[in-house]
């Protein structure tokens, strides 16, 4: 798994204790679609390798290609990207385009990336890293974006359940 080139932004502590628990809760087939993606410099869906299974899972021989240019019909959906300066997995160049994409889809709303930041550090420091202030701006986005309303928590009046 390639985690960041400079561990110096990892908390050596937390570092340990995640990498406990990897790879828990992800599947190999989540790696081999990410490595199906790096290996083919495409953004598409995962790759079945038999056209019989593509077929069936997507109506199409191939896998299909993701266009982000698309997420823009998505009608009031809002985005937050955070970019790892260090990041091996999804580097700037990556993230720079996947921006690009989404910011010049059908409609060109620009309003639908709400923030854009990058970060110094890689994959791992968005999980263990020392300064993970950047939370602040996650937590500040999802409270202005997807308000808690807690009248509708108490009276039970949730588009989902809530355990005991």
């Keep these: 798994m390639v985690l960041t080139t400079d561990p110096k932004y990892e908390d050596p502590d937390r570092f340990e204790v995640y990498m406990g628990h990897t790879p828990g809760g992800t599947s190999v087939k989540a790696y081999e679609h990410l490595s199906q ?18 077929t069936q899972e997507y109506g199409r021989l191939q896998a299909p290609i993701v266009d982000l240019k698309e997420i823009q019909r998505c009608k009031g959906l809002k985005i937050a990207m955070f970019a790892g300066t260090r990041d091996d997995i999804g580097d700037l160049d990556d993230v720079r385009w996947a921006r690009s994409q989404i910011l010049s889809g059908p409609g060109k709303d620009l309003d639908i990336l709400t923030h854009y930041e990058e970060l110094p550090g890689g994959f791992a420091t968005f999980l263990v890293g020392l300064d993970m202030t950047y939370l602040d701006k ?21 588009p989902f359940s809530v355990g005991n």
């Design 37 to 54: 993606n790096l290996n083919s410099g495409l953004f598409q869906l995962y790759d079945y390798k038999s056209s019989a299974k593509n």
């Design 138 to 158: 996650v937590t500040e986005l999802m409270e202005q974006y997807n308000p808690w309303d807690e009248s509708a928590a108490r009276d039970g009046d949730l």
